[in-house]
């Protein structure tokens, strides 16, 4: 199963913040590799719709956007989710991406 999270906006631009995270169950050590698969299943990744959340028209550019991707061999589906993410499921997995983002 591979993921990546692209995250976009914010308030201030940092390059390294804007490279995709890549993970891929084949080479993430297998506890990490089973909590990424736990994730993605708590949050009903694959039902989930292809956007989630509005930012405010007033000030849109300081939220981030994340693009999260998942292709588990049988399935590919992306969601673009907006600051606040109120899904605590969803805050799980992005927060699982950026613990693993490589320097």
Same mark, same amino acid.
């Given at each position: 199963?591979?993921?990546?999270?692209?995250? /976009?906006?914010g308030?201030?631009?940092?390059?390294?913040? *804007?490279?995709?995270?890549?993970?891929? $169950?084949? $080479?993430?050590? *297998?506890?990490? %590799?089973? /909590?990424?698969?736990?994730?993605?299943? %708590? @949050?009903?990744f694959?039902?989930?719709?292809a956007?989630?959340?509005?930012?405010?028209a007033?000030? @849109? %550019?300081?939220?981030?956007?994340?693009?999260?991707?998942?292709?588990?061999? $049988? @399935?590919?589906? $992306?969601?673009? @989710?907006?600051?606040?993410?109120t899904?605590?499921?969803?805050?799980?997995?992005? &927060?699982? &991406?950026?613990?693993?983002?490589?320097?």
């Open positions: 199963m591979r993921m990546q999270v692209r995250i /976009e906006g308030i201030a631009h940092f390059p390294g913040l *804007a490279q995709p995270i890549n993970l891929d $169950t084949d $080479t993430l050590p *297998a506890q990490d %590799a089973q /909590e990424m698969r736990n994730l993605i299943v %708590a @949050a009903h694959f039902a989930l719709p956007s989630i959340g509005q930012p405010p007033h000030g @849109a %550019a300081d939220y981030r956007r994340y693009i999260i991707t998942v292709d588990d061999g $049988t @399935a590919h589906h $992306t969601v673009q @989710a907006v600051d606040p993410v899904d605590q499921h969803l805050q799980d997995l992005i &927060a699982f &991406a950026q613990k693993h983002r490589t320097p």
